[in-house]
């Protein structure tokens, strides 16, 4: 079984700065993806970023990135520039690729950022 | 904000009713995935419908049953409910086999 892990319950910066929310998982497969999902107040869950397994490469969006750590199985978010909203719960989620069957997302407990102004 | 749209945004039950949450997924979308987030808690997968058929389920009793219609859209139903079904229920559109799910706004449940 998959499990996702996010050490650092709540998490705060001053606006401008910037910040790294971490986040480790264990699994035993190869063919994967990881994402980091936004819920803001309204509860609507967004979509930050995403990583593939396969690619050593790590994902940039703007102003968030990723350092995706394979063998340590880390996978830490880096919001650059942190703006007042982006203060929410932020989610570290795992995805096994299951060849076309369920693809469902395992979610840690999550990371609660607040942006000082 | 994404096309995915859920009803009714809250919703108050007494222990041992039943609830219909619905869901509207995005267009496109064939795949609808439910989730039940605790309190303090990250979503946990309840199960995905695709083509009208429960295509993989989650930890959680048979009294949570699901519906998907021809258009896509989706019911969750709980019978027989107990507190601790209190919750945010989240539902996930996307295209089968496909890695980027667009939630709704979420059915926030409170069992008294």
């Known amino acids: 079984a998959q499990t996702v892990t996010q050490s650092q319950p709540e998490m705060s910066v001053q606006e401008a700065e910037t910040v790294t929310l971490s986040c480790t998982y264990d699994?035993?497969?190869?063919?994967?993806?990881l994402f980091w999902y936004k819920q803001p107040p309204s509860r609507q869950m967004i979509l930050v970023i995403r990583?593939?397994?396969?690619?050593?490469q790590n994902a940039t969006e703007n102003r968030f990135s990723v350092n995706f750590q394979k063998a340590a199985k880390s996978f830490s978010l880096k919001i650059s520039d942190s703006q007042l909203g982006d203060t929410a719960m932020y989610f570290c989620?795992?995805?096994?690729?299951?060849?076309?069957?369920?693809?469902?997302?395992?979610f840690g407990t999550g990371t609660l950022l607040a942006v000082q102004p | 904000e994404t096309g995915v749209t859920q009803s009714p945004t809250h919703l108050i039950k007494t222990r041992g009713q039943q609830v219909t949450l619905r869901c509207s997924s995005q267009?496109?979308?064939?795949?609808v995935s439910w989730y039940q987030q605790a309190l303090g808690q990250g979503p946990q997968f309840i199960f995905q419908?695709?083509?009208?058929?429960?295509?993989g389920r989650g930890n959680f009793p048979p009294r949570f049953s699901g519906l998907q219609f021809p258009n896509y859209s989706s019911e969750l139903n709980v019978n027989a409910l107990e507190l601790d079904d209190s919750a945010l229920y989240l539902c996930?559109?996307?295209?089968?086999?496909?890695?980027?799910?667009?939630f709704g706004q979420g059915t926030r449940l409170t069992v008294v």
């Open positions: 996930a559109s996307s295209r089968q086999g496909g890695t980027e799910a667009f």
């Open positions: 699994t035993s497969e190869s063919n994967y993806y």
């Open positions: 990583q593939e397994a396969y690619k050593q």
């Open positions: 989620a795992f995805m096994k690729l299951d060849g076309g069957a369920t693809n469902k997302l395992i």
């Open positions: 267009s496109g979308h064939n795949t």
């Open positions: 419908y695709y083509r009208e058929e429960e295509n």
